[in-house]
C-alpha cells in the first residue's frame, strides 16, 4: 500500500484510479480530490494525456508490476493555500524485480526552489520500505541540470551502463541508489 507522506513543506498524496481520472477528466475534481489548487499550467512536462492513461492502466492492473506514484502539493508554512506543484513515482524494472525506475516532474514555476529534491528524498525509505526492492533507477537527460542536482543531492551515483529493463531512452544519462 502506498502511503501519503509528509515532508516540511510538502505533501505527497498516493494517486488512485480516482485521482488518476479526476487529473484526466476533471480539475476541479482534482483540485477536491487533493484539496488543493491546480495551476492553470498543470500537467507538468511529461506528464501528458497518453501518460495519465498509462498510469491509470497500471493502477488499475494489481497483478501487474509494482506502481505507484504521489501527487506534490505544496502546503508550506506561510505560504497562502495548498498547491499542486508536480508529482512523481515508480514502476518495477521490467527484467529486474528487485529494482524500480523513479520518475518525477514539477510545474516551471515550483522549480529551482528545493521541492523535487524534498520529495525525492522522502520517496526513497517509502521505496526501500518495498520487499524485495534493492535498487532506484532514475535516467535524465544532460541538459536537465536542475533533475541532475536533485538525483546527486539525494545520493544517487551516476553510472555509464543502464541497469537491465530501465529503459533509458537514447541519450539519457543514469543514476542508481543501492539499498543501504
Excluded: H
Amino acid at each position: 500500500m502506498t502511503s501519503l507522506l509528509r515532508t516540511g513543506r510538502l505533501e505527497l498524496i498516493p494517486a488512485t484510479t480516482e485521482i488518476l481520472s479526476a487529473d484526466l477528466n476533471n480539475k476541479n475534481e482534482l483540485a477536491r480530490l487533493l484539496n488543493a489548487g491546480i495551476p492553470s499550467a498543470w500537467p507538468p512536462p511529461l506528464m501528458d494525456e497518453g501518460v495519465i492513461r498509462e498510469f491509470l492502466r497500471m493502477c488499475a492492473d494489481t497483478a501487474g508490476p509494482v506502481f505507484s506514484t504521489w501527487y506534490w502539493v505544496r502546503n508550506e508554512p506561510g505560504m497562502e493555500g495548498r498547491t499542486l506543484i508536480g508529482n512523481g513515482g515508480i514502476l518495477q524494472s521490467e527484467n529486474d524485480p528487485s529494482s524500480v525506475v523513479l520518475g518525477y516532474s514539477v510545474l516551471d514555476e515550483f522549480r529551482n526552489q528545493g521541492y523535487a529534491t524534498e520529495a525525492v528524498r522522502s520517496l526513497i525509505p517509502e521505496i526501500f520500505s518495498r520487499p524485495g526492492i534493492c535498487t532506484i533507477i532514475a535516467t535524465t537527460y544532460p541538459d536537465l541540470t536542475a533533475s541532475i542536482r536533485v538525483l546527486e543531492k539525494t545520493g544517487f551515483v551516476k553510472t555509464d551502463r543502464a541497469p537491465a529493463g530501465a529503459g533509458a531512452e537514447e541519450g539519457t544519462l543514469c543514476y542508481v541508489l543501492e539499498r543501504p
